[in-house]
């Protein structure tokens, strides 16, 4: 089984460009969630999606914006990129809103120069 | 608002228990979770403890949960080096994604 799969595992934007990170999910989970890491700052939360047709925004949610596709795919668009969103970017998705796992993806190392 | 802290780095012998720390300072936290992250990867849930439990043991975990000091631990018995790895604490009041709040992770370095 793929789980939670991410697209693409690196990418480098200059400073303005625009990109779509993609995330899709075979578990047949409502829910999925955007994540940054940052050292020394844990996983916060972009925006998430507690089923499909529904998008929210979480902790740091300036500077991105969110389509959840279909039931499967949740996708990240970055308009203009800025160096403060150099991050590892991971999508996960729970069965339900509530539920006590999430699944996680392998990541999106992003850097913006 | 919720705050969790642990400490960064953790550096045990192979065979050794580690115990890995962590603070919150929610005390209406429902859900306590450890999750792992080996390099390149993404999280992997390991354990998580309701709030009205104190112990929790899965074969070589154990958690262990101080409501009062707001506390609580991940213990590994027989460390292995695939044991090496991030290890982060998290906490939700509801037990839905949106509002879990996680801690910075600790590295977890297991030495032969």
């Known amino acids: 089984n793929a789980g939670v799969t991410q697209t693409p595992k690196f990418q480098v934007l200059k400073t303005g460009q625009s990109m779509t990170l993609q995330c899709a999910q075979d578990?047949?989970?409502?829910?999925m969630y955007w994540y940054r890491q940052d050292p020394g700052m844990g996983l916060r939360l972009i925006y998430y999606s507690a089923s499909e047709g529904t998008t929210d925004k979480g902790e740091v949610p300036n500077g991105y914006n969110v389509s959840r596709l279909n039931k499967r795919e949740f996708s990240l668009r970055l308009e203009s990129a800025a160096p403060s969103q150099t991050s590892v970017y991971f999508c996960a998705s729970s069965e339900a809103w509530g539920n006590t796992e999430a699944f996680f993806g392998q990541g999106t190392r992003l850097t913006v120069v | 608002g919720e705050d969790v802290e642990q400490s960064l780095f953790l550096s045990v012998r192979e065979g050794d228990s580690s115990v890995i720390n962590c603070t919150y300072t929610?005390?209406?936290?429902?859900?306590l979770y450890w999750y792992k992250q080996e390099p390149g990867a993404g999280l992997q849930l390991l354990t998580y403890?309701?709030?009205?439990?104190d112990m929790k043991q899965d074969q070589r975990l154990t958690v262990l949960l101080n409501k009062k000091d707001k506390h609580l631990s991940l213990r590994i018995a027989d460390t292995q080096t695939g044991d090496s790895a991030i290890y982060f604490c998290a906490e939700s009041k509801s037990g839905g994604y949106q509002k879990v709040t996680f801690g910075t992770g600790t590295k977890l370095q297991v030495i032969p």
């Open positions: 403890i309701f709030s009205n439990m």
């Open positions: 929610d005390s209406s936290s429902t859900y």
């Open positions: 578990m047949n989970h409502n829910s």
